[in-house]
């Protein structure tokens, strides 16, 4: 089974702090995504990465960046985190089949910036 | 642009059939998916279709697409409280003029599906 893990489930942050989201994936996928999700918004893709070293922006990439040094994990980055960033972040995985396209996702973090 | 439009509330009682409707936008579309969201956790993948089929069945699940029309519903017969959650219906957009994002995915706004005892 493909396994998506993401390193917290809660975190609870004060305003200007540097947050990192961490998110690994163990199938070899080449794919990689950040989403937030908020009520009745559904999912938005904030960054994506289709390969080591490799990323490009989302919907929503204001006030984020990635990290993708190794194919295996991707980091979600808040520089300086605002009472509006407080959501749940979702990370998910997928092979290179355009065509194809099942994403796998992790858990969740749900961040509270106070 | 791409947009995948579903209504945001279902009820109904234990033992009833649920449908969930969803319109997509994108007629070059080659797959569509359903994902379900339990209560504090990620996205599950439930079923997807192929845009060449019009029905697939699995289990107690039944995909329905009329691409004419682009609309894709999500049956789930014997609907039971185990099945309360949230539906996401996605699709993925095939096509270099989507800025150059092939693979990303489309999401709906999701369905909450409460099933009442």
């Known amino acids: 089974d493909v396994k998506v893990t993401q390193s917290s489930r809660y975190l609870v942050k004060r305003t200007g702090e540097k947050v990192f989201l961490e998110c690994v994936q163990d199938m070899d996928h080449e794919n990689m995504f950040w989403y937030r999700q908020d009520p009745g918004l559904g999912l938005r893709l904030i960054y994506f990465s289709y390969d080591v070293k490799m990323k490009e922006k989302g919907d929503i990439p204001e006030g984020y960046s990635v990290s993708r040094e190794k194919k295996e994990r991707f980091s979600l980055i808040l520089e300086s985190a605002s009472t509006n960033q407080t959501s749940m972040y979702l990370c998910?995985?997928?092979?290179?089949?355009?065509?194809?396209?099942?994403?796998?996702f992790g858990a969740g973090t749900r961040l509270s910036v106070l | 642009g791409e947009d995948v439009e579903q209504s945001l509330f279902l009820s109904v009682r234990e033992g009833d059939s649920s449908v969930i409707n969803c319109t997509y936008t994108d007629s070059s579309s080659t797959y569509l998916y359903w994902y379900k969201q339990e209560p504090g956790a990620g996205l599950q993948l439930l079923t997807y279709i192929f845009s060449n089929m019009d029905m697939k069945q699995d289990q107690r699940l039944t995909v329905l697409l009329n691409k004419k029309d682009k609309h894709l519903s999500l049956r789930i017969a014997d609907t039971q409280t185990g099945d309360s959650a949230i539906y996401f219906c996605a699709e993925t957009p095939y096509g270099a003029d989507y800025g150059g994002s092939q693979g990303n995915l489309i999401f709906g706004k999701g369905t909450k599906l409460s099933v009442k005892p």
């Open positions: 998910a995985s997928s092979s290179g089949d355009i065509a194809k396209n099942i994403q796998y």
